[in-house]
Nanobody, 123 residues
Framework: DVQLQASGGGLVQAGGSLRLSCVVS????????IGWFRQAPGKQREAVAC????????YYADSAKGRFTISRDNAKSTAYLQMNSLKPDDSAVYYC????????????????WGQGTLVTVSS
């Protein structure tokens, strides 16, 4: 079975940091782009960042640039999202997702999704 297990969310004060992890099993991790998305209450799911299967290409939403860093460890079948300088607007459920090879920031392009991890940033 394909599984993406996201973890690392929690409650943090504004300005703080969190590191999300996404452990993947059930498919060959190295052949898949990993994306991080988030969805706040009453809002649509939006892309935060994605990284190509090789790790050489990454894309960030404007809201994430300069504060968030996506990375992956293909040997551990794990992707990460390091989030620094967190703001209350970053509060959302964060999801990791996977699609074969080609990076995309469109959630409709991803066929595999994790269960989400809640990030709450207090002011």
């Amino acid at each position: 079975d394909v599984q993406l297990q996201a973890s690392g969310g929690g409650l943090v004060q504004a300005g703080g940091s969190l590191r999300l992890s996404c452990v993947v099993s059930g498919f060959t991790f190295v052949g898949y782009t990993i994306g991080w998305f988030r969805q706040a209450p009453g809002k649509q799911r939006e892309a935060v960042a994605c990284m190509s299967s090789s790790g050489y290409r990454s894309y960030y939403a404007d809201s994430a640039k300069g504060r968030f860093t996506i990375s992956r460890d293909n040997a551990k079948s794990t992707a990460y999202l390091q989030m620094n300088s967190l703001k209350p607007d970053d509060s959302a459920v964060y999801y990791c997702a996977a699609r074969p090879i080609i990076p995309s920031t469109a959630s409709k392009d991803y066929g595999f999704w994790g269960q989400g991890t809640l990030v709450t940033v207090s002011s």
